[in-house]
């Protein structure tokens, strides 16, 4: 889920100032489009970081306090970050209705995940680390998007992993339907299905 995706005063001051980000994590000539690799590929290498991640073992985690969950997923973002090439949104837990299991601030670049839904035993991500990464990834990969988009609007659009899907991206968070506007075009917009796909398989890549 996304909030404050409304912000075209970002897209239009981009190609003057750029963000912030960007500039410290890539600089033009430094990587073409080409060398990023198909999304299969970057798909089964993140697979492989986090197989490697003791923290997101189950009777690791289920030992975990909050703080610790709160760290394996921090760690959890920066490996994906390496191979997707995305500076990683620091992640907090807040107090976020019950419903709602976490959301991607583009106003703030962050990652918040509901912190009734970390706690050791309690809430709905409970003791399973697959929901609790299912969650943060599927933020991940809205906080990816939303880089992706930026580029391709900007001047680093040589930048770009997928030239059509940033283009789509793009035109959904220009047009983003959230779920007081009707559940099913919130599902079904391309950023949530996407965002959906990409967690959920990746979690199949980490436990099978």
Request: no cysteine.
């Amino acid at each position: 889920m996304l909030e404050n995706h409304e912000r075209p005063e970002i897209i239009e001051s981009y190609a003057d100032a750029s963000n912030d980000a960007i500039h410290r994590h890539f600089m033009p000539g430094v990587r073409q489009q080409s060398d990023a690799g198909g999304e299969a590929e970057r798909m089964g290498a993140a697979g492989e970081r986090l197989r490697q991640l003791d923290g997101l073992k189950e009777e690791n985690w289920r030992e975990l306090d909050s703080h610790g969950r709160i760290a394996v997923m921090n760690d959890v973002g920066r490996e994906v970050g390496r191979i997707y090439d995305q500076p990683t949104p620091p992640l907090y837990a807040e107090q976020l209705p019950v419903e709602q299991r976490g959301d991607y601030v583009d106003e703030d670049y962050r990652i918040r995940m509901n912190s009734e839904g970390i706690s050791p035993g309690d809430g709905f991500l409970s003791d399973d680390p697959r929901v609790a990464l299912e969650t943060y990834l599927h933020e991940f990969r809205h906080s990816y998007q939303y880089e992706q988009m930026l580029r391709w609007d900007g001047p680093f659009r040589h930048l770009v992993d997928e030239g059509a899907e940033a283009d789509n991206w793009s035109s959904n968070f220009k047009n983003y339907n959230s779920p007081e506007n009707g559940f099913n075009e919130y599902y079904n917009q391309s950023v949530e299905a996407d965002a959906r796909a990409f967690s959920e398989e990746l979690v199949k890549k980490v436990y099978g």
